[in-house]
């Protein structure tokens, strides 16, 4: 039974494998096939100036599928490009960055791929962003103190004051004195302390603006 598990499991790694180096590959084809889907739907508006007109009508189909096409494949290219990131960084510089850069990219990719698409289906992207503009004003208020946090996490990121895995100390009045743990996770909206009886989450922000110090060794450590 032992003989027959073993070929059966280098095939499933050997399969794996393969799927991780094609996983890139695919995402390149489907930006490829956004960049093709987003020239042709706008060589296809030289021959009209607005949808639902009554000239035109085949040019119209041309440029409104390969609108539709164009959004598809740029979010399965955004989606697989930061996933491919992702497990690249991973290895070199840690989960944490790692996620970052993933979102980061998402972000970014998205919001392209939304103002790109609107623009070939020839909706005034101009009033939209104004619009949303004042909105992003109100959220931003509304969520002061989650976005501080978050940027506070990619300050804490990139400026690595501590790692996962070190004994620190925290001192800051917002935190009432002292707090002193091991870094178990770096998130974005937390960093996580096992304090040896229970696990703490301190908010980023608080992190940021805390003296941040190794913990004293105990007679045990030494």
């Known amino acids: 039974m032992h ?14 494998k393969v799927k991780a180096r094609t996983r890139p590959w695919k995402s390149i084809i489907a930006l490829a096939f956004a960049i093709a889907a987003g020239v042709t739907s706008g060589w296809a508006h030289h021959d009209f100036r607005h949808f639902f007109d009554a000239e035109h009508v085949p ?3 041309i440029a409104a599928a390969t609108a539709a096409a164009f959004c598809a494949f740029a979010c399965i290219a955004t989606y697989g490009l930061s996933g491919a990131a992702r497990s690249v960084l991973e290895r070199r510089t840690g989960a944490s960055h ?7 990219l998402l972000l970014a990719g998205g919001f392209t791929t939304l103002v790109i698409t609107l623009l070939l289906f020839s909706v005034p992207v101009g009033q939209l962003l ?11 208020i509304a969520a002061q103190q989650a976005l ?12 690595h004051p501590f790692r996962v895995g070190d004994a620190i100390r925290l001192r800051a009045g917002a935190l009432g004195g002292q707090i002193e743990g ?41």
């Open 98 to 104: 790692a996620a970052v850069v993933r979102y980061v």
């Open 182 to 222: 091991t870094v178990t996770e770096i998130g974005i909206t937390y960093v996580r302390l096992d304090s040896g009886g229970s696990i703490m989450s301190v908010p980023n922000s608080q992190v940021l603006n805390a003296v941040v110090g190794p913990a004293p060794q105990t007679p045990e450590d030494s």
């Open 148 to 159: 501080s946090n978050v940027f506070a996490g990619i300050v804490l990121l990139l400026a």
């Open 59 to 61: 040019s119209q189909i």
């Open 130 to 140: 104004v619009g949303g503009a004042l909105a992003s004003v109100f959220i931003g």
């Open 3 to 16: 003989l027959q598990d073993g070929p059966q499991l280098d095939l499933s790694a050997k399969v794996a």
